[in-house]
Each structure stands twice: as C-alpha cells, then as structure tokens.
C-alpha cells in the first residue's frame, strides 16, 4: 500500500519494456506504487514508439497482427506480473491488468472466451483481465470471477455502470465460493475536460464534476461491499495547466481505494501531495453541484453517454492502429 492506513494503494497506468527493466522496478523498491494498469492506448504507444519491441517482432513474421499484438503484450505483462510478484504474495496488491480485444465490447461469449485464454497464456496470478463496463461486459465479468480470474472493470463514467459492475462480480464471488480481487475502474478527468469550457460560462465551478461524480460512485461501490471489490480512479492525469499535476490524485484519496495515474502524475503526488483523506464528500455538497448544471440546461447524463461512447471508440482506435502497424 502507499498509505497502509487508508489502505490506499498507488498504480502506474503504464507499460513499456524499458520502462520495467529499470525505472518500474525503482518505484517499487521505493515503495511508490505497489501495481500497474495497461490498455490498448498505451500499448499502441509503446510498441509503436519504442525501440525495445523490434528484435521480438522479428522472429514473430509468420504471426497474424493480433498474434503479434499479443504475443508482445503478453510478454511484457508477465515481465510486470513477475516484478510485482513479491508484493501480491505479501497480500499487497502486485496486479498488473490487460485488456481484452476492445472491438468484442459487444460479444460476451467471446470476451469470456479471450479473457479466460489470456489469463492462462499469461499463467500468472497476480495479473487482472481489463472487461469495459458494457452489457456484454457485465456478463463477462460475472463468469470470468466465477472460476477466480481477478477482474479489471474498466470506462466506468457512471453510477448505473458500477452498480452493474458490483452486481457482477458479487454474483461471480458467489458462485466461486471465495474472495476473488476486482476494481471498478471510475474514470475522472475526461468529464472535466469535456464539461468544464460549458460550466465556466455559466459561473459554476470547473474541475469539481469529474471530482464529485467519481466520489459519489465510490460511496456506492463501499456501501455494496463486494469481497474483494475496490474503486479504482483512473484518467487522473491533469490537462489543465492551471491544476497540479497531482490533483486528482489527492482530491480523491480514499480508503479502500486505488488510484492509476501517470508517471509525471504520480512523482509529482509523491513529491507534493497532501496525502490526506479526502473521501466521502457530503452527498449534500455533490446534489448542489449537479442541481447547479441541470438548472443550467446542461445534460449530465447525455454527456457520461458520449463519453462512455468516445472512449470505448479510443480504445478501438487504438487497438486497430496496433494491428494495422503490425
């Protein structure tokens, strides 16, 4: 854990080679982060930027695209599954997550079938299959922690995705007959970035409604109290200059909670941060707030749908970009 009393715990939402041969395995001896996340974004990033990746890929010619994809994701997750293994066997978290195919978004039955087949591929434990938050997804997430595969949900961006998010992995929990580690992944800044030039035309408060709407689906997913279940805030990186850069770190640090974020992002919540609580908010504090931006015509839940839309679409983007490359 980063901060053993609130038992929050601190992930890097990152995965390169050269990253975890060297700087990943300083940030844990340090005792910064104790986990890691990756999706189909930042593996686009790396295996396309990254020098690290080509003498693999060499010996890989005969393989189709999402072989490839695979077999270099594969790899790279297990290098992390087995640096963070000390720490999952001390019962300190040490996952490390990958997504399945984001373009199965919509297929429950094969997103059950590739994220069984991945987790086996990877032969790891401590490494949690990433499933987005959709009507496929739930059931998949259901099945996949029935037979005790730890479950990343993943573009979670409202109340009624975590509760079904919750719902799932109770029901999964149930029916394996033990704890089974889950997080719900609430994704915080791109609802500012999306809302906040709307709201300071109107003189309400910007950089609060991506604050608010995470705090209050962390109440709801504490108050389920799902074995094994945490929230997990992520897209805590800062695009507004005028912010820290660990700002969504700190304004939702929480107990029983995780936090993703970038490395710039979390070296500098380590350097800076106030490290102090800052969940639950008053319920009374969250409704003004959303009372404010309906009374001023805006559309919340219009905008949670495109956002939930737009980023399923990025992942896809991504993931398409990676095949076409290779």
Not at 152 to 174: D, M, P, R, Y
Request: a negative charge; charged letters at 25%.
């Amino acid at each position: 854990m980063y901060l053993e009393d609130l038992k929050f715990s601190l992930w890097a939402d990152f995965i390169e080679r050269d990253y975890l041969d060297n700087e990943f395995k300083e940030l844990i001896q340090k005792k910064i982060i104790n986990g890691a996340t990756s999706n189909p974004a930042i593996f686009k990033s790396a295996i396309l930027t990254s020098q690290a990746y080509k003498e693999q890929l060499a010996s890989l010619s005969e393989l189709t695209p999402k072989e490839k994809y695979e077999a270099l994701a594969i790899y790279d997750i297990q290098k992390a599954a087995d640096i963070l293994k000390p720490l999952h066997d001390m019962g300190d978290d040490g996952y490390v997550s990958i997504e399945v195919d984001p373009f199965l978004c919509d297929d429950a039955k094969a997103t059950i079938e590739e994220g069984k087949r991945l987790f086996a591929s990877i032969g790891r434990k401590n490494v949690m299959i990433k499933v987005p938050a959709t009507s496929a997804g739930y059931i998949a997430m259901e099945e996949l922690t029935s037979v005790g595969i730890p479950v990343n949900a993943t573009l979670i961006f409202s109340s009624t995705q975590a509760l079904a998010c919750a719902k799932a992995f109770e029901a999964g929990v149930k029916k394996f007959g033990s704890k089974v580690d889950t997080v719900i992944s609430i994704f915080v800044s791109r609802i500012d970035r999306a809302l906040d030039g709307k709201l300071a035309e109107v003189g309400i408060p910007t950089a609060l409604t991506g604050i608010y709407n995470s705090a209050a689906i962390y109440t709801l997913i504490e108050d389920m109290e799902v074995l094994g279940c945490r929230a997990l805030f992520a897209s805590t990186g800062v695009k507004d200059d005028s912010l820290p850069a660990y700002y969504y770190v700190d304004e939702l640090l929480a107990y029983n909670s995780v936090n993703t974020a970038p490395i710039d992002t979390i070296k500098a919540f380590h350097e800076n941060g106030k490290k102090e609580q800052a969940l639950p908010i008053a319920q009374e504090v969250i409704v003004s707030h959303f009372d404010a931006i309906e009374q001023a015509g805006i559309d919340f839940d219009a905008l949670v749908q495109e956002q939930i839309r737009d980023g399923l679409q990025a992942f896809k983007d991504a993931f398409g970009e990676i095949l076409e490359s290779l």
